[in-house]
């Protein structure tokens, strides 16, 4: 069994689209759920599924060992960054190498890198007047939104599209897609 820890900073409709599509799943199980603000939607949704759903502050991520002894400590393989909008340390980094997945809310390599984060990203997509957008699964490295691209999928901006319509259409194909690119990763990584 592969112990995944999702780490979320929002709503979490993507932590909830993972919780229920691994749960009852034979080779991967969602472990843990971690995440930096203690309000966030997505530590409830994990409680209410029966995962341990715990908040830290941003201190702790960075001047402590408290966050990685927790994922060993979980025997954590795999994390994924489901709305995660502060960068992963490098401890966690070094440690999970090639076993971090983050999605995107756009093509990268554009409209990624630092402050890029939700409603940002569908405004600079529009202002573009780039004709399509989409999502990005890629892993994760010390550079914000550079790592290996898993995944794609695009979907076309329409030319009355608010930010907030196409973060409807972008978020379709998050919940479609996110799960099952993590399972096909994690079943490919496994298994080599
Ligand atoms: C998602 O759209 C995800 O792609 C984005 O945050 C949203 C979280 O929504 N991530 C980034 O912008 C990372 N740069 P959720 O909390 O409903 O899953």
Known sequence: MKRLAIFAS???SNAKRLIDYFSGNQYISVALLI???KEAGALEIARKANIPAISFLK???YNSSTVIEKLISEKIDFIVLAGFLIKVPDNILKAYENK???IHPALLPNFGGKGMYGLNVHKAVIESKKKESGITIHLVNEHYDEGKVLFQAACPVLENDTPEMLA???QELEHKYFPVVIEDFILTTAAD
């Open 10 to 12: 929002g709503t979490g």
């Open 168 to 170: 409807t259409q972008v």
């Open 59 to 61: 201190e702790e991520f």
């Open 100 to 102: 971090i997945v983050n």
């Open 35 to 37: 995440s930096n603000r």
